[in-house]
């Protein structure tokens, strides 16, 4: 197996506009949200599943800029101690891992 970076290929999209990793027994996620102000943007979690919505709309250009992205964690997360920042157009989310936490699911048998 090529290296463990198993957080952020899990969450692989294809797309660049975030970055997920695991370090210190939590998950941090940043997500590039330029031009956007933090009343702006929405961050929930429900269930293990961060849900992250921004929407702006420019008057002067007519324009309406959305964002809307969706992530499920493979381990579980102490929703009570999620915390968000954002700062320079980078939303950071913290989502620490619960104690003795593993990744859900089971192990499958590989025939050959």
Known sequence: MRGLDLPS????????DYEL?????????????????????????????LNIAAEREDEQRGERR?????????????DERIAANYTNGILEVRLPVETGATARGKQIEIEG
């Open 9 to 16: 290929r899990l969450f692989e999209t294809g797309s660049d």
């Open 66 to 78: 959305t964002y809307h992205r969706r992530f499920r964690f493979p381990k579980r997360v102490d």
């Open 21 to 49: 990793y695991e370090e210190d027994d939590e998950f941090v996620l940043n997500v590039e949200l330029p031009g956007f102000d933090v009343g702006d943007i929405d961050v929930s979690w429900d269930d293990g599943m």
